[in-house]
């Protein structure tokens, strides 16, 4: 089965901070994800990476950046936390190629006080 | 914006009763995908629809893909307790280049 596992569950961060959130997934896929989930608008794209150092801006990708150092890990950056950045993030991979489906992470609800 | 529209928007059902939930949208798509989601988790794929007309089934769920290919359907027939989560329609098409787009999800309680 696929793993995509996200560093933390729960995360409390203040105004003004750097934000790291962190994705590693141990199927080899090429294609990496990072939304947001807020009720009642379902999953929203912030970033992509089809790649190691590839990037690719989603639907929302303002306030937010990305890193692909390695294939395994994607990780999300919030470079100055605002509270309207308070949300549900999820990872998602899958194989290369248009037709397979993501498989997420478990999540990591962030609060911005 | 929402591509998706997905409805109804939640569900409080009886145990033992079907559920029928769709999306539709105004784009055409090549793939349709359902997921759920419990409460602490991520999404899990449920079924993944690659054709037009296609219908697959996965234990109590069935899921179709409509033949405008402008909509899908989840059905899940004899509802249990532990159904209860957010369901999640995606789909993949042409305008969207390789990116998934979301529905609002459904959320559905079961009494039992």
């Known amino acids: 089965d696929v793993k995509v596992t996200q560093s933390s569950r729960y995360l409390v961060k203040r105004t003004g901070e750097k934000v790291f959130l962190e994705c590693v997934q141990d199927m080899d896929h090429e294609n990496m994800f990072w939304y947001r989930q807020d009720p009642g608008l379902g999953l929203r794209l912030i970033y992509f990476s089809y790649d190691v150092k590839m990037k690719e801006k989603g639907d929302i990708p303002e306030g937010y950046s990305v890193s692909r150092e390695k294939k395994e890990r994607f990780s999300l950056i919030l470079e100055s936390a605002s509270t309207n950045q308070t949300s549900m993030y999820l990872c998602?991979?899958?194989?290369?190629?248009?037709?397979?489906?993501?498989?997420f992470g478990d999540g990591t609800r962030l609060s911005i006080l | 914006g929402q591509q998706l529209n997905q409805s109804p928007q939640s569900m409080f059902i009886q145990e033992g009763e079907d559920v029928s939930m769709n999306c539709t949208s105004s784009s055409i798509f090549n793939t349709w995908l359902w997921y759920k989601q419990e409460p602490g988790e991520g999404p899990v794929l449920l079924i993944a629809?690659?054709?037009?007309?296609e219908l697959t089934s996965n234990g109590r769920l069935t899921a179709q893909f409509g033949i405008t290919r402008k909509d899908s359907f989840l059905n899940i027939s004899a509802s249990i307790p532990s159904d209860v989560g957010i369901y999640f329609c995606?789909?993949?098409?042409?305008?969207?280049?390789?990116?998934?787009?979301f529905g609002a999800g459904t959320i559905l309680r079961v009494k039992s």
């Open positions: 629809l690659y054709k037009a007309g």
């Open positions: 998602a991979s899958s194989p290369p190629g248009g037709t397979q489906p993501q498989h």
């Open positions: 995606a789909g993949r098409g042409m305008e969207y280049g390789n990116k998934l787009v």
